[in-house]
Antibody, heavy 121, light 110 residues
């Protein structure tokens, strides 16, 4: 069955950097767009970024553009999200989710369990 | 940028029908997907392409999408339906297509 497992979260000081990973299994990873979504404590879902199946197309939410870098390694069935210049307001649970095989209009059927990132001094 | 508007909360008695709306400019021209999220858990897809149900989602969950409002309807509400519900669309109106979520609606079963 499809599994998405995030890792790399934890406590980080403001201004620091973090690299989240998402290990995928149970499907042909290289065929699917992948995306990152986060949820601040007590808040709603916020889409952050997605990457095309081959890794050549990447888009970011305006709120985080310039501080986030999404990448993937199809040989390792892994998705990554690097976050730089972390701010207190980046504190959230970060989810990876599987998109579709096409370039648009997909839904998110498979989600990881989420990983907590806490930004605090 | 495209925005989706949901009511913050909806309350319904067990056995009754809950209606959760998702407003957006000409949302009827888009495909709307709905997610259910219980506290401490990842979201679960309950409807896709406005009204289709993934395997395992009860027929009590239905959806519609016309004009400026998409609607998630839960019939014969049960205690287990209590959760936050989010609508989602794909916004391709700019050079940078993106995923858009509504702010979420907390469904309380009285």
């Amino acid at each position: 069955q499809v599994q998405l497992v995030e890792s790399g979260g934890g406590l980080v000081k403001p201004g620091g950097s973090l690299r989240l990973s998402c290990a995928a299994s149970g499907f042909s990873f290289s065929d699917f767009y992948m995306t990152w979504i986060r949820q601040a404590p007590g808040k709603g879902l916020e889409w952050l970024s997605y990457i095309s199946s081959g890794g050549h197309t990447k888009h970011y939410a305006d709120s985080v553009k310039g501080r986030l870098t999404i990448s993937r390694d199809n040989a390792k069935n892994s998705l990554y999200l690097e976050i730089n210049n972390l701010r207190v307001e980046d504190t959230a649970v970060y989810y990876c989710a599987r998109g579709g095989t096409g370039s648009s209009d997909w839904f998110l059927f498979h989600w990881g369990q989420g990983i907590l990132v806490t930004v605090s001094s | 940028s495209y925005e989706l508007t949901q009511p913050q909360s909806v309350s319904v008695a067990p056995g009754k029908t809950a209606t959760i709306t998702c407003g957006g400019n000409k949302i009827g021209s888009k495909s709307v997907h709905w997610y259910k999220q219980r506290p401490g858990q990842a979201p679960v897809l309950v409807l896709y392409y406005n009204k289709d149900r993934p395997s395992g989602i009860p027929e009590r969950f239905s959806g519609s999408n016309f004009g400026n409002t998409a609607t998630l309807t839960i019939s014969r509400v049960e205690a287990g339906d209590e959760a936050d519900y989010y609508c989602q669309v794909w916004d391709s109106s700019s050079d940078h297509p993106r995923v858009v979520f509504g702010g979420g609606t907390k469904l309380t079963v009285l």
